[in-house]
């Protein structure tokens, strides 16, 4: 079964630092990744989607890189801001079914 | 063009009841599924739907139930409460490309469901 993991589960920035979030999945042959943010009490809203032949994709201040073979994608967030803080979290299709992190908690002191 | 759609947004049941949650997906969207998020145990799949049939499903009891009509909307159903069944229920839709099982994940607000 894909199990999907984010570390940190919380992080604390300063505005304006520069900020990586991480995504590890343990079975490689997935079909997509997709990045979420959540704010508190509301639903997701898509951030960024990768299809597996794809190594990363780009939107604004984000960029998500993805390595199948590792497992493994990243979510780097430029320049920072409070508007930021959410929980911020992956998913990938394996199977047909979409497998979701446990999300990472961002803080962005202004 | 308008997101997903979910009604109600709030609600509170006692255990024993039932309860039931609409989802409208995104326009052109044929494919709805729906997940309980809980602090204890994050997002879980529950079911998908598409084109009226169930193509997958979570492990979940028999009481969770779902449907989805001809015009894209879906409804879930939880039978017989039980306090652990309260949770925030998110349902989303997504435009498979050709070819593809899936596309991008759009998802409502949620129904909120505190069972007493």
């Known amino acids: 079964k894909q199990e999907v993991t984010q570390i940190p589960a919380a992080l604390s920035v300063p505005e304006g630092e520069n900020l990586v979030l991480n995504c590890s999945f343990t079975?490689?042959?997935?079909?997509?990744l997709q990045w979420f943010r959540q704010d508190p009490g509301k639903g997701l809203t898509s951030l960024l989607l990768i299809q597996s032949s794809q190594r990363e994709q780009t939107s604004g201040r984000l960029n998500a890189s993805l390595d199948k073979s590792s497992g493994r994608s990243t979510l780097y967030i430029a320049a920072s801001q409070p508007g930021d803080s959410a929980t911020y979290l992956c998913a990938v299709v394996t199977g047909n079914q979409f497998y979701f992190g446990t999300g990472t908690s961002l803080t962005v002191i202004p | 063009k308008a997101g997903v759609t979910q009604t109600p947004r709030y609600l509170i049941k006692t255990r024993g009841q039932q309860v039931t949650l609409s989802c409208s997906p995104i326009?052109?969207?044929?494919?709805v599924s729906w997940y309980q998020q809980t602090p204890g145990q994050g997002l879980q799949f529950l079911f998908e739907y598409f084109s009226e049939t169930q193509r997958n499903k979570g492990n979940f009891p028999g009481r969770f139930s779902g449907r989805q009509f001809s015009n894209s909307r879906s409804e879930m159903n939880v039978s017989t409460l039980e306090l652990g069944d309260s949770a925030l229920y998110l349902c989303?839709?997504?435009?498979?490309?050709?070819?593809?099982?899936?596309?991008?994940?759009?998802f409502g607000e949620g129904s909120r469901l505190t069972v007493l």
């Open positions: 079975d490689s042959a997935i079909y997509n």
């Open positions: 989303a839709s997504s435009r498979p490309q050709l070819g593809a099982y899936t596309g991008e994940l759009f």
């Open positions: 326009s052109g969207h044929r494919s």
